[in-house]
């Protein structure tokens, strides 16, 4: 009688543990969706940072309009990610990892760069046309002179150096190279020289600097905005390297702590199965 009693004592003190045991195991493991989770988050988020890296690339390039409006898109995905951790089902979050403010701002920043860079494009566009049409003009005047053939190819020496800076402008050139700014300066002055001070072309070439100065500047800006335009994107970046780490550190943390918790509940049937087995087999000499 005493070692039944003893046996159920200790079956239950058994039972108790392995419940609050897997209890604690079991919560761990509800934890793991939410963890997975956000590693797909950190890593959509990276492949969101790309593909806006490309659609930027393919509207500056090949002026794809189309381009705008997906990286708006993938912009308004990026926000939809993370306002996805600002749910209740979140609460008591950590401020140091979720700093939602902080990502926002990035966020917006990014976009609003974004938007200046095509402003910046947009105008460069504007100023190339305009001298197209305004070179129209000049040829018309260069045509209505004596021996126009020299003002031509002075005409063409100056949009081939203008070339030669929107195509190579990011491009280091030899200490001994003339910039392609002040070979565009010798041809203006080849042209002004070749038309004798015609007022006509002086005042036509005038109006041609200033567009071309403001195709220089445009550059330098919108140059500016794609350098911090990639410093954002690394900082959003980060935002998907952080999820990733947390996720990864915590999915270790659980599969750690499970295995503990399987050893201590290993330990703990075998503690109490042997002083069961022990009574058991001594019962049985008895009789």
């Not at 979050?93 to 760069?113: A, C, G, H, Q, V």
């Amino acid at each position: 009688m005493k070692n039944i009693k003893e046996i159920k004592i200790a079956f239950s003190i058994c039972i108790v543990l392995f419940l609050i045991i897997s209890s604690i195991v079991l919560l761990n493991v509800r934890a793991i969706p939410k963890y997975s989770h956000m590693i797909d988050s950190g890593k959509e988020i990276q492949e969101l940072v790309s593909e806006m890296k490309l659609q930027a690339k393919s509207y500056l390039l090949h002026h794809n309009d189309d381009a705008l409006d997906n990286i708006k898109d993938k912009i308004s995905e990026l926000r939809e990610i993370l306002s996805f951790y600002e749910k209740p089902a979140f609460a008591g979050k950590p401020e140091d990892f979720f700093e939602f403010s902080i990502w926002e701002e990035t966020i917006n920043i990014y976009e609003r760069l974004f938007d200046q860079l095509v402003l910046y494009h947009e105008a460069i566009d504007k100023n190339i046309a305009e001298i197209r049409d305004l070179e129209k003009n000049i040829l018309a005047v260069i045509y209505s002179k004596m021996n126009p053939e020299r003002g031509i190819i002075a005409l063409q020496e100056i949009r081939i150096h203008e070339k030669g800076y929107i195509i190579y402008r990011n491009h280091s050139r030899p200490p001994d190279e003339i910039a392609f700014e002040d070979k565009r300066k010798e041809a203006v002055t080849n042209l002004l020289i070749w038309s004798q001070k015609d007022k006509r072309i002086g005042e036509l070439m005038s109006k041609d600097n200033l567009l071309f100065n403001e195709i220089i500047k445009n550059y330098e800006y919108q140059d500016n905005t794609l350098r911090a335009l990639k410093t954002e994107g690394k900082k959003v970046r980060n935002i998907a390297e952080k999820f990733l780490k947390k996720g990864g550190m915590e999915l270790y943390t659980i599969y750690r702590r499970c295995a503990f918790l399987c050893v201590i509940l290993l330990i703990v049937c075998l503690i109490a199965a042997v002083p069961i087995a022990i009574t058991l087999i001594s019962d049985k000499k008895r009789s």
